[in-house]
């Protein structure tokens, strides 16, 4: 699993798999708020229907500080 976050965008990505190919993320499930209504999750899944990563909006509000510190930037 790892970790990266985009500072500008507030947003971090979660890769569930070990890596993920360019297109292998061929389904989204979208807008799912968060409680509170302080950010949203995307999640990805392949063409198994396998859940293989996750995007968080508004991160810094939903996830703990330490997450968002010791994730990598995406570039």
Do not use: C, W
């Not at 950010?39 to 229907?49: P, Q, R, V, Y």
């Amino acid at each position: 699993m790892r970790v990266t976050y985009d500072a500008e965008a507030n947003a971090a990505y979660i890769t569930i798999a070990d890596e993920i190919p360019a297109g292998a993320a061929t389904q989204q499930l979208h807008s799912i708020a968060t409680p509170g209504g302080l950010g949203e999750i995307i999640l990805d899944f392949d063409d198994d229907n396998r859940l293989i990563g996750l995007e968080v909006l508004n991160a810094r509000l939903v996830l703990p500080e330490n997450v968002i510190k010791a994730a990598k930037d995406p570039a």
